[in-house]
């Protein structure tokens, strides 16, 4: 025999076994033939699997879509991987607004209040960036890769041990079917010589998917190491950004939470700095020569009907109209008027008038 003849037959049999399965297949589906149903402990196994294979498959992909949000760069990062290329390196959303505040803040002037808070907020930032690229480079590593690895590896092995689990299971069936339709007695010892070989072969491939569906124990117990990683990862990453974040807010002061607008809600003063004390317990000497008052002071202007010249110490935009815009190092007239807020006096400039916040000025005497 050649190895054309040879080949021949190989195909006549693998499609003579083909059709044998493809009709047993459909008349199980009809109802027309019996089925072999596995014992339960593989069916549970199987189910587990199958369970194991969809929820890991979510979780991924929503992770992938939680650290990067945007879906073109991860098919980007995917074609890298698939090329098994570098990803050049891609400024992220964080450090390009940190990067846009430096600059706002460098052309308004690091001299003025504004300018300054612009460059200390852009540079935490990019101090956030990078939190956030290392955050997901250690996902990636230590919970998606495995996460992945299963999906792509064991699940694919699993899968192809199923099918192969699923072709035995008909070829049992269909021997079954034959023996049943066996009339002659030779017939007959043909199916049953038949019947014994696939019955054998379906047993060995039923322990062969059953050993490898209970390492999917061992797997939940794998991804519940990964998770613990990747639970550490975020908590590293929002314990920096809550660090950078209450670094940023001591050097800038505790600003606004909420401004005067239209509506009826109560103002809050502005405070421009943490470290600068615009009030003080006692008198000291301005750059002007001049002395600040006390607190005591603020409370006698705020009893009294009096007035009295302050000194700005940085500039302020007005929020509404009810307002006083300042500049840094003018002087301006101050009092106070019956009802308003303990933080807030009504500022004058010539004929300009308007209220304004008590953190902005210097008392003078």
């Known amino acids: 025999m050649n190895i054309m003849d040879f080949n021949v037959k190989k195909l006549a049999a693998d499609a003579g076994t083909f059709l044998s399965r493809a009709v ?5 589906k009809l109802g027309q033939a019996e089925k072999t149903e596995l014992d339960a402990h593989l069916e549970n196994l199987l189910g587990k699997a199958e369970c194991t294979k969809t929820w890991t498959e979510k979780i991924m992909k929503q992770t992938e ?14 074609v890298y991987e698939k090329l098994d290329r570098k990803l050049p390196s891609r400024v992220n959303n964080p450090e390009l607004l940190g990067q846009y505040m430096i600059d706002a803040g460098t052309e308004f002037g690091p001299g003025t209040a504004y300018g300054n808070a612009l460059i200390k907020c852009g540079e935490t930032q990019k101090r956030i960036g990078t939190a956030d690229r290392e955050l997901i480079q250690t996902s990636a590593l230590n919970f998606l890769t495995p996460l992945r690895n299963f999906i792509e590896g064991d699940y694919k092995t699993i899968a192809k041990e199923k099918k192969l689990l699923q ?11 034959r023996l049943k339709k066996a009339k002659t007695a030779d017939t007959r010892a043909s199916s049953e010589q038949e019947l014994r070989i696939t019955q ?12 490898l569906l209970e390492g999917i124990s061992s797997t939940h117990a794998h991804h519940l190491r990964c998770l613990n990683d990747f639970v ?6 929002y314990a920096q ?16 939470s909420s401004y005067h607008s239209n509506n009826s809600q109560t103002p809050v003063a502005p405070v421009p700095s943490a470290s600068s004390s615009v009030v003080v317990s006692s008198p000291l000497t301005s750059t ?11 409370t006698d202007l705020k009893e009294s009907s009096g007035s009295r010249k302050a000194r700005v110490l940085y500039d302020y935009d007005a929020a509404n109209s009810s307002e006083l815009s300042l ?24 004929n300009q008038k308007g209220r304004v916040p008590i953190t902005y000025l210097e008392l003078l005497n």
């Open 24 to 28: 047993q297949f459909t008349e199980e």
């Open 65 to 78: 879509v939680l650290l990067q949000p945007n879906p073109n760069a991860r098919i980007e990062e995917l």
């Open 167 to 177: 072709n035995k299971r008909l070829d049992l069936d269909a021997a079954k079917t």
């Open 200 to 211: 054998s072969e379906f047993d060995r491939q039923a322990e062969i998917t059953r050993l």
């Open 232 to 237: 550490e990862a975020q908590m590293t990453y």
């Open 241 to 256: 950004c809550y660090q950078y974040m209450l670094d940023l807010q001591k050097q800038l002061g505790s600003f606004p």
């Open 288 to 298: 002007s020569g001049l002395a600040l008052s006390s607190p005591s002071s603020i």
């Open 327 to 350: 500049l840094a190092d003018e002087v301006i007239t101050v009092f106070s008027v019956v009802g308003m807020d303990s933080d807030w006096l009504m500022g004058e400039r010539g």
